[in-house]
């Protein structure tokens, strides 16, 4: 009997893989959320939509463009925001990549990625990530051919967390042809302390033709449950994105919350400066136990287990951590009671090896 069949890659990739779930909220250290409830003032913007679910939302999100607008100094045209930065991924692989394009990143890098990629039709080229856990751009630039049509940088790094060097990424953009699209995914900006770290809205100011920012509510903006984020670039690029994305993705509770949080952004920033210096504790106290960690600029911290990483997750349960199999563990910075319980567990487990 004929059934229906998807397209070949439907059954060639995997499904993504969310993070482990944990007995309670605050045990779930596995998917780099922000440990705060929302914010009163977010809270009641977000609420105050609901009254008004029958309609359709702002399917042009004037006001959450002219928020990033203000908040960012670029104008509105230059943004386009999807449900989520991965959406907003989705939508520009789709409108930039045709069958047997190719499309290079780091690996070990974001989970995503290469589901996003091949769904789109391109080909994933993966370059490895050097031993610290820091993109190899020289890699990366050698890996573009003619087929290449996307580049992604994640920076900080998911799920490793250092940074690329502005002037590392600088010549990396310049070394590339101008019709190569380079992503600067930068999920966890907010937690970034080093003062050499790549930034990405620079180059779109610029005028560069071919650089494009993500950003998302999700990571700092604690919005992780509303899915909005973002794309700042060229204006072209960001009219193909928002082509390619269906419309009234983006509901109006989420831009509501989101538009919120551009206006309570100090008080933001002082969650964001608690999860920095718990991020710090963390590390420390890691390092102290003898684990060797990469720099972290990001809300998360990475152990390199390798064959070890599944057991570790066991051990340390009920925290939920991330693990990767065969490669290392991501524990994502919590309140610090859990932080200091995964690192009991850490200790012990550190101890018995
Ligand atoms: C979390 C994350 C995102 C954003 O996710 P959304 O919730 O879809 O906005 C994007 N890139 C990286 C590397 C991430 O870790």
Request: with cysteine.
């Amino acid at each position: 009997m004929a059934v229906p069949v998807p397209r070949p890659v439907i059954d060639a990739v995997p499904a993504y893989r969310p993070g482990r779930p944990a007995p309670s909220d605050a045990l779930k250290l596995s998917s780099n959320e922000n440990p705060f409830g929302p914010l009163p003032s977010v809270a009641q913007a977000a609420g105050a939509e609901l009254t008004r679910m029958n309609r359709y939302p702002d399917a042009g999100m004037t006001r959450l463009y002219g928020a990033l607008e203000a908040a960012l100094e670029v104008p509105a045209d230059q943004f386009a925001a999807g449900t989520g930065s991965v959406a907003v991924l989705y939508s520009l692989l789709s409108a930039y990549c045709s069958p047997g394009d190719e499309v290079v990143y780091a690996w070990r890098s974001f989970e995503a990625y290469p589901i996003a990629v091949e769904l789109s039709g391109a080909r994933s080229v993966r370059v490895p990530l050097r031993p610290d856990g820091t993109h190899d751009l020289d890699a990366m630039a050698a890996a573009v051919t003619d087929r290449t049509k996307v580049v992604l940088v994640c920076t900080p790094n998911n799920p490793t967390g250092p940074v690329v060097r502005h002037d590392d990424l600088v010549s990396f953009v310049d070394r590339l042809r101008d019709d190569v699209v380079v992503v600067v995914d930068e999920a966890y900006q907010e937690f970034v302390r080093e003062p050499l770290a790549a930034r990405g809205l620079p180059l779109v100011l610029e005028g560069r033709p071919n650089v494009v920012v993500l950003r998302t509510f999700s990571k700092a903006y604690g919005l992780a449950g509303l899915r909005v984020g973002y794309l700042c670039g060229p204006a072209a690029i960001a009219e193909s994105v928002r082509k390619a994305t269906a419309p009234f993705s983006v509901t109006d509770v989420a831009q509501a919350a989101a538009v919120a949080s551009l206006a309570a952004v100090d008080e933001l920033a002082e969650r964001v400066d608690a999860v920095v210096a718990e991020r710090e504790v963390l590390l420390a106290g890691l390092r102290a136990q003898g684990w060797e960690v990469p720099d972290s600029q990001s809300n998360f911290v990475w152990l390199p287990l390798g064959d070890d990483a599944v057991e570790f997750a066991a051990a340390v349960e009920p925290v939920a951590v991330r693990a990767f199999a065969g490669d290392g563990v991501r524990v994502s910075v919590g309140d610090p009671e859990v932080d200091a319980q995964l690192l009991k567990a850490a200790g012990v487990w550190i101890a018995g090896r």
